[in-house]
T-cell receptor, first 119, second 107 residues
Framework: QVELQESGPGLVKPSETLSLTCSVS??????????WGWIRQPPGKGLEWIGS???????YYNSSLNSRVTISLDTPKNEFSLKLSSVTASDTAVYYC???????????WGQGTTATVSS | DIQMTQSPSTLSASVGDRVSITCRAS??????LAWYQQKPGQAPNLLIY???SLESGVPSRFSGSESGTEFTLTISSLEPDDLATYYC?????????FGQGTRVEIK
């Protein structure tokens, strides 16, 4: 059974970097059959794709966040991470990690973690 | 970037009604479209992939169809458990993009 679990600080100060980790169990992040991605949802708003990465491939990012976001894989720990720099209040959201099976959809999601940007 | 336009933004229907949600892509995405259901306070759940393929474990009252760049999610007979917001998402081209969502309410 594949499970994803997000973790990270719930509170980040403006202008600092938000760092989140998604721990994966039941499957290896080294598999080339999947993309591993981050999606966020500001309070009361819709879903926003942040970016995705595949083992041995490039990472792809939302055009509006491209200059501030980095997604990377940690294969020994079987996890992947999100770093979002220079955060502002508009980055306050629930952040989800998810697995996308190539040619299919995002069939496995974490429960989500709330990140609040405030001084 | 490919824009995904969903309609309506809100839909109110009675139990047993047939309901449809439309998603239009700003350019061709072949059939690389997924539909998700998000219930209040929960993570999204994949319903349909590749425009019309039903994800394992999803009730058969959900179906997807396509016509060019227009995609439709249909619930054949609405149930109380279908109270949720529904999103389309294209995965034909990076950056992937979501529609703005359709909230389904039960009358």
């Amino acid at each position: 059974q594949v499970e994803l679990q997000e973790s990270g600080p719930g509170l980040v100060k403006p202008s600092e970097t938000l760092s989140l980790t998604c721990s994966v169990s039941g499957v290896s992040v080294s598999s080339t059959s999947y993309y591993w991605g981050w999606i966020r949802q500001p309070p009361g708003k819709g879903l926003e794709w942040i970016g995705s990465i595949k083992y041995g491939g490039n990472a792809y990012y939302n055009s509006s966040l491209n200059s501030r976001v980095t997604i990377s894989l940690d294969t020994p720990k079987n996890e992947f991470s999100l770093k979002l720099s220079s955060v502002t209040a508009s980055d306050t959201a629930v952040y989800y990690c998810a697995r996308h099976v190539i040619y299919y959809g995002m069939g496995v999601w974490g429960q989500g973690t709330t990140a609040t940007v405030s001084s | 970037d490919i824009q995904m336009t969903q309609s309506p933004s809100t839909l109110s229907a009675s139990v047993g009604d047939r309901v449809s949600i439309t998603c239009r892509a700003s350019q061709s995405i072949s059939s690389w479209l997924a539909w998700y259901q998000q219930k209040p306070g929960q993570a999204p759940n994949l319903l349909i992939y590749k425009a019309s393929s039903l994800e394992s474990g999803v009730p058969s009252r959900f179906s997807g169809s396509e016509s060019g760049t227009e995609f439709t999610l249909t619930i054949s007979s609405l149930e109380p458990d279908d109270l949720a917001t529904y999103y389309c998402q294209q995965y034909n081209t990076f950056p992937w993009t979501f529609g703005q969502g359709t909230r389904v309410e039960i009358k």
